[in-house]
C-alpha cells in the first residue's frame, strides 16, 4: 500500500520541542521531494519547509526562522521535522507530501503524488 504516515505531534509547552516523522511505504523517498505543510485552526494550508529531490538541499519558510530543521533518512524512506523553540502560532496540523519535482513549494495536495493525513501539534501553556 502506497502512503505517507506522520507521527510525533503531540502537546507541548512554549519554548518545547518536538520531532515529527512521516514514513513512506510503496514507494522510495530518494526518488521525490518532500515538504511538511501546516493547517492551523481555521486557516488555509501553509507550507513549511522542504528537501530537494535526493536530499542534498533543505529550505524553509521565512517564519521558521532557523527554529525547525528538515531531514530524510532514505535508508529507512522516513522524513523528519526537528522544531525547537515552538510557539503558540506553530498549533496545526502538519502534513508531510512526497512529489515528482525537483522540490515542492506548493500547499495544495492535489500537487502531490503522495500526502499523508497529518499529526497534530499545539503548542500551550
Known amino acids: 500500500q502506497v502512503q505517507l504516515v506522520e507521527s510525533g505531534g503531540g502537546l507541548i509547552q512554549p519554548g518545547g520541542s518536538l520531532r515529527l516523522s512521516c514514513v513512506a511505504s510503496?514507494?522510495?523517498?530518494?526518488?521525490?521531494?518532500m515538504s511538511w505543510v501546516r493547517q492551523a485552526p481555521g486557516k488555509g494550508l501553509e507550507w513549511v519547509s522542504g528537501?530537494?529531490?535526493?536530499?542534498?538541499?533543505?529550505t524553509y519558510a521565512d517564519f521558521v526562522e532557523g527554529r525547525f530543521t528538515v531531514s530524510i533518512d532514505n535508508a529507512k524512506n522516513t522524513l523528519y521535522l526537528q522544531m525547537n523553540d515552538l510557539k503558540p502560532e506553530d498549533t496545526a496540523v502538519y502534513h508531510c507530501?512526497?512529489?515528482?519535482?525537483?522540490?515542492?513549494?506548493?500547499?495544495?495536495?492535489?500537487?502531490?503524488?503522495?500526502w499523508g493525513q497529518g499529526t497534530q501539534v499545539t503548542v500551550s501553556s
Open positions: 507530501g512526497a512529489c515528482s519535482g525537483y522540490v515542492c513549494y506548493d500547499t495544495r495536495p492535489s500537487q502531490y503524488g503522495y
Open positions: 510503496g514507494f522510495a523517498t530518494q526518488n521525490y521531494a
Open positions: 528537501i530537494y529531490k535526493g536530499g542534498y538541499d533543505t
